[in-house]
């Protein structure tokens, strides 16, 4: 097997992806170049990795000379946390070859099992959803409740995206946050007085629900004053959707292992 690596394999935030490959495959099955251009000399590969620094790093005119050049390569654009935005605002890649940093390594794995198991990558043209069913197959065994959840956020990328991971991993989506939401999934950013008044008027809309919120880079002192506020947890929206899933499953499950029976034990108990 053959992996290509473009752009800065030497930065921090690509170290834990490199440590990924080098520890599931031999050295000499890894070449690193640095842009692009230096390709021209490259033979064939099967799996292509472009590690992304900022945004426009790349033109149209080299991405398709990529894809030209390399057609049957599986391709994983690994984006570092300047570009977090780029989905929304460029259109430059396929919506199926973006990863975060944060998931990257996860997926170069399964990326390297299915070339060793001669599986076919998933089409450049795949939605947003095909991709995230391609990708999440094997999330759907871990989830311990099918629970109804909400996303509440200003951002409709960021919405439709959570909603896809939700419904797509079997959770049943809630429009609205309402008593009804087992959890709610709230966008955080920014977070300063217009974000406290907004957490503060979702509090009355959903009464003893668990509240996630979700910050782009949260700070130590964010994650404190968010805590104070109420809210049950605190994730980057960066974070890996197995991750997610499992956060959803830890919050909740206190919630739904306090029947009222138990309650009324504890009432009683303490009387």
Sequence with gaps: MQVLIV??????????????????????????????????????????????????????????????????????????????????????WPFAVRVSVS?????????????????????????????????????????????????DTPDGATRDHMRAVLSTSGHEVIPEASPASDVVLWDADPWNAGGRSRLASLFPRCVGVPIIAMCGFPRAHEVRELRDAGVSAVVPKVITNEALLERLNTVVRPVHEESPQTTNLRVHAAG
């Design 103 to 151: 998931e990257a390594a996860d997926r170069l794995t399964r990326e390297i099992e299915g070339t060793l198991a001669g599986e076919a990558p998933v089409p450049l043209t795949s939605t947003r959803e095909e991709a995230f069913s391609a990708y999440s197959s094997s999330m759907t065994a871990s989830i311990n409740k099918r629970l109804r959840a909400s996303v």
């Design 7 to 92: 752009g800065n394999a030497k930065a921090p935030e690509f170290a834990e992806i490199m440590v990924a490959l080098r520890s599931r495959l031999p050295h000499d099955e890894i070449l690193c170049v640095d842009a692009i251009g230096d390709t021209a000399n490259v033979g064939s590969t099967e799996i292509v990795v472009m590690l992304q620094q900022w945004p426009d790093q790349f033109s149209r005119s080299e991405m398709l000379l990529l894809i030209d050049r390399y057609p049957l390569a599986r391709l994983v654009v690994c984006y570092g946390p300047w570009c977090d935005s780029d989905g929304r605002t460029r259109d430059l």
